[in-house]
């Protein structure tokens, strides 16, 4: 059996979708380390040291509330089950929310603390209420980190306090919160709380550090970082005209180049890039031959939306591959998987969709059979040429969909 290729170009695609013809413009991170995904398309955008182990400071707090959650998920502790304070978790310093040894704090107040305050004290005692030493918790959030395919991650402690084991990278926290995101819905709304004055003890500690909450971008998460060896880091989403991205960035020298880098990640991934639909399920990309079959095609379908997300400029062609395997032989079900398509986008990862037969092929009669064994037999006295190759075949035009619109520790 041998594998043939059929070439396709998407005709005039971008044109057809309403993009400019103005160039995607890469983004130039002031960011030690940063990463930027489209969650909604599964695409990454921008990765610049994403894969190196760093000091994650107080964003590392992601996976103290990843534990947490997962025991409100499986029924450990509720939201109003109360934990015990100990000396050591009121000797924390650092960012905390007071607590002292004579609270009784609620799961519920415990996750605001750690989320907006971003408090070290509330952070032990949650490791101490699920793992009755926060050493031991350490030890579980290393573990579970790697189960959840963070590769780099590990933990010397709950809060982010320096730590020479406490190592996370920009890939690892980018899943982590994708984790958030989409297993813990009925809690992320945490995360976009501007404003927690727990008991009145820390005024000046009350209010949210993520320097985007307020703009109006769609941001509606998750934790802001920052120790004298990380530097300024933010753990970010936003969401705007159906697409949800995620990044992180680290290693910034200022709160200002943390919020200013921050926001102009987020107006880049959503200006530079837009969703389009070239594909629709059911509908014909293209035809294979069918040998002795009752038909001599079977058009090939998508047996769902192809969405892509495509670079502003990013030409006026997509182009990509039908691949399959010689020869297609009746008799053939409808649906049944016969190629698969690869499409290509410049600077972006390949996409690959199989294709399904769009109707079924019974197998020839024997009258048929007998004349195609008859023109073998003939081509060969003969001597002319080889079974013919299917031509490239244009993709039909898809339905535009409108783009996402431009809107501007």
Request: overall charge negative; some cysteine.
């Amino acid at each position: 059996m041998t594998a043939a290729l059929l070439f396709v170009r998407f005709a005039a695609l971008l044109l057809m979708t309403g993009f400019t013809a103005l160039p995607a413009q890469a983004f130039e991170t002031k960011a030690r380390a940063a990463l930027v995904y489209d969650l909604t398309t599964n695409t990454v955008l921008l990765e610049k040291n994403a894969d190196t182990p760093l000091p994650p400071a107080s964003m590392s707090k992601l996976m103290t509330l990843n534990m947490l959650f997962e025991a409100l998920d499986d029924g450990r502790v509720t939201l109003d089950t109360r934990f015990a304070v100990s000396e050591a978790a009121q000797a924390m310093g650092g960012s905390t929310m007071f607590l002292n040894t004579s609270d009784r704090p609620t799961v519920e107040e415990l996750i605001q603390g750690i989320v907006v305050n971003s408090g070290n004290d509330a952070c032990v005692v949650v490791a101490e209420g699920l793992a009755s030493t926060e050493a031991a918790f350490a030890t579980m959030m290393s573990e579970r980190a790697a189960e959840l395919g963070m590769k780099s991650a590990s933990f010397g402690n709950a809060s982010g306090w320096p730590d020479p084991r406490q190592r996370m990278s920009m890939r690892d926290l980018a899943i982590l919160a994708t984790r958030l995101i989409t297993e813990f819905p009925e809690h992320y709304h945490f995360f976009a709380q501007t404003e927690y004055p727990f008991d009145g003890r820390a005024p000046d500690n009350r209010f949210n550090r993520n320097p985007l909450l307020s703009l109006g971008i769609g941001a509606d998460g998750l934790k802001t970082g920052h120790t004298q060896e990380a530097g300024y880091g933010l753990v970010g989403s936003a969401t705007q005209s159906g697409r949800r991205i995620v990044f992180v960035i680290s290693g910034l020298a200022t709160e200002q180049d943390r919020a200013s880098e921050a926001e102009a990640l987020v107006n880049w991934a959503f200006r530079q890039f837009a969703m389009r639909t070239p594909v629709r399920a059911g509908m014909r990309v293209a035809e294979l031959p069918v040998f002795l079959g009752e038909a001599p095609a079977v058009g090939l379908v998508a047996a769902q939306d192809l969405t892509l997300l495509l670079p502003v400029g990013a030409g006026e062609r997509l182009s990509g591959e039908i691949n399959w395997t010689s020869p297609v032989e009746a008799p053939l079900a409808r649906g049944q998987q016969l190629a698969s398509m690869v499409v290509r986008r410049d600077g972006m990862d390949d996409i690959t969709v199989p294709l399904y037969a769009e109707s079924s092929v019974g197998s020839a009669g024997f009258g048929a059979r007998f004349r195609l064994a008859t023109e073998k037999v003939m081509d060969r006295v003969l001597g002319s040429g080889s079974e013919p190759v299917p031509a490239a075949l244009p993709l039909p035009a898809p339905d535009p969909v409108v783009p996402g619109s431009a809107l501007t520790n």
